[in-house]
């Protein structure tokens, strides 16, 4: 009997994956794998396409080298989480090459969600959410500022991420969606629920509870050189698409500076100040 059809379905885009994958994706995913018929929405397909092992790492070293000229990067010295995808848009199809196709790298679909959610408004953060009264709250940082300390502190609500988040434009609305990769046991998977943005929060860890409005320039250098996933090994027009929505993001959502203690509950200020922040508003 043939194996049924599986569906990856992240941020509300579902993706027809090769049968014989999800033995590689069960722990990681169960929580966001379907059924193909309990699945309604159209979807993408994945298709995987073997090339011989030489014209593999040659296609993927030449497009990386290409791609990075302007950067003063050494190509030995970063892990390249490239791989040579095309994407036929008109027919939903990804096709995937590989000198091995059946196995795909750890970090092969989270880069491929990247490019899906770029081509729907959509864009992978390293950030941690908080949603509280079905709001989402964003809290963007580097490894060791602090997010998954704020997901801690945060465990009175629900926490939807403390690592990596899906942000995606739905009908003039910023909305933040729960990804499979977590850090923490506690964060809750809700792979079917989206959540309004309401803030975002730049992280850091401090001994002092303290917020500061930022411009909308300064929040978008920050996200740009930080806090997207794989954005230096996107290629064009998706890279200009990533750029344009955080543009829009920024311009959507108020943002802070945000400096927090390790073991304070940093809400009623949090609420402060976006109160405060509207009531301002109001009066300009």
């Known amino acids: 009997m043939k194996n049924p059809s599986i569906i990856l379905k992240i941020a509300g885009l579902s993706l027809k994956i090769p049968s014989f994958l999800k033995i590689f994706l069960e722990d990681t995913f169960k929580h966001f794998l379907f059924p193909e018929h309990k699945v309604k929405s ?6 995987l396409k073997r090339i011989k092992k030489r014209d ?12 990075l000229a302007n950067f003063k990067i050494d190509l030995k010295k970063i892990n390249p989480y490239y791989y040579p995808i095309k994407i036929d848009s008109q027919n939903k199809r990804i096709l995937y090459f590989s000198s091995n196709t059946k196995k795909v790298n750890s970090s092969f679909i989270p880069y491929l969600y990247s490019l899906l959610l770029a081509l729907n408004k959509g864009i992978l953060l390293h950030a941690a959410c908080v949603v509280k009264q079905n709001k989402a709250y964003l809290f963007l940082g580097s490894t060791g500022e602090g997010k998954s300390t704020v997901a801690w502190l945060s465990q009175n609500y629900l926490v939807l991420s403390d690592d990596v988040l899906a942000v995606k434009k739905i009908k003039n609305q910023f909305i933040a969606f729960a990804t499979p990769w977590k850090q923490k046991p506690f964060i809750q998977p809700k792979p ?3 959540f309004p943005l309401k803030a975002i929060f730049f992280l850091k860890k401090a001994k ?4 500061k409005p930022l411009k909308k320039e300064a929040a978008l250098v920050r996200i740009l050189s930080s806090h997207i996933h794989f954005f230096l090994f ?10 344009f929505t955080a543009v829009d993001l920024v311009k959507s959502i108020p943002s802070y500076e945000m400096e927090f203690m390790k073991d ?4 009623p200020n949090l609420e402060r100040v976006l ?3 509207k009531y301002a508003k109001r009066r300009a």
């Open 192 to 194: 079917y629920a989206g």
């Open 42 to 47: 159209h979807f993408w397909h994945l298709e």
């Open 234 to 243: 996107t290629e064009r027009p998706l890279v200009d698409k990533l750029f």
């Open 56 to 67: 593999f790492y040659k296609e993927k070293f030449f497009a990386l080298k290409k791609r």
């Open 208 to 211: 002092r509870i303290f917020f």
């Open 264 to 267: 304070k509950d940093f809400w």
């Open 275 to 277: 109160i405060n922040n």
